[in-house]
T-cell receptor
Framework: DQQVKQNSPSLSVQEGRISILNCDYT??????FLWYKKYPAEGPTFLIS?????DKNEDGRFTVFLNKSAKHLSLHIVPSQPGDSAVYFC?????????????FGKGTKLSVIP | GAGVSQSPRYKVAKRGQDVALRCDPI?????LFWYQQALGQGPEFLTY????????KSGLPSDRFFAERPEGSVSTLKIQRTQQEDSAVYLC??????????FGPGTRLLVL
């Protein structure tokens, strides 16, 4: 049973527009969430994270929103650039419960069209 | 500074062969994690070390998988008697004790 779900396998966006990637989770013990970006033949690269005590975190062009009651988070990229084309993984962990392993979704492949 | 490094980057093994995968974490990082990523899937947790202590090995799929970190820095993931279903990318990550983990480039293992 997938505890972290990314229901869109792929997303295409025009350069300059907003990209919105979604993630849902089922485990209410998760209290910290991260987004990673992955290029082919490379390891995941950390992008941005959010603690469950917040509902928004922003870093440059990247903003993550967390809706705890809906167990839903999203990553907004604005404006989207061709170099953002990659697979994006949502991950969750429960440090508050003493568990530090990351549980990942299956990823969403973002294509930014010039 | 240097990131997480892994070697070899690619490994082809015959079924039944033993393999050893190495991870060099970021210097000073106390926590080290191993993940397995199958094609089209997200990484899945295998095991976790804090310094030299293996605190969680609940994700290891069978007793053919063994990991060690004897001096609290470099770690080795060993797979004995490899099977075709072991073919995957093996990712190592380290952290300084905070929630953020930094990943290496991975070792792509192909078992024929």
């Amino acid at each position: 049973d997938q505890q972290v779900k990314q229901n869109s396998p792929s997303l295409s966006v025009q350069e300059g527009r907003i990209s919105i990637l979604n993630c849902d989770y089922t485990n209410s013990m998760f209290d910290y969430f991260l987004w990673y970006k992955k290029y082919p033949a490379e390891g995941p690269t950390f992008l941005i994270s959010i603690s469950s005590i917040k509902d928004k975190n922003e870093d440059g062009r990247f903003t993550v929103f967390l809706n705890k009651s809906a167990k839903h988070l999203s990553l907004h990229i604005v404006p989207s650039q061709p170099g953002d084309s990659a697979v994006y993984f949502c991950a969750a962990t429960s440090p508050g419960a003493g568990s530090y392993q990351l549980t990942f979704g299956k990823g969403t492949k973002l294509s930014v069209i010039p | 500074g240097a990131g997480v490094s892994q070697s070899p980057r690619y490994k082809v093994a015959k079924r039944g062969q033993d393999v050893a995968l190495r991870c060099d974490p970021i210097s000073g990082h106390v926590s080290l994690f191993w993940y397995q990523q199958a094609l089209g899937q997200g990484p899945e947790f295998l095991t976790y070390f804090q310094n030299e202590a293996q605190l969680d090995k609940s994700g290891l799929p069978s007793d053919r998988f063994f990991a060690e970190r004897p001096e609290g820095s470099v770690s080795t993931l060993k797979i004995q008697r490899t099977q075709q279903e072991d073919s995957a990318v093996y990712l190592c990550a380290s952290s300084d004790g905070t929630e953020t983990q930094y990943f290496g480039p991975g070792t792509r293992l192909l078992v024929l």
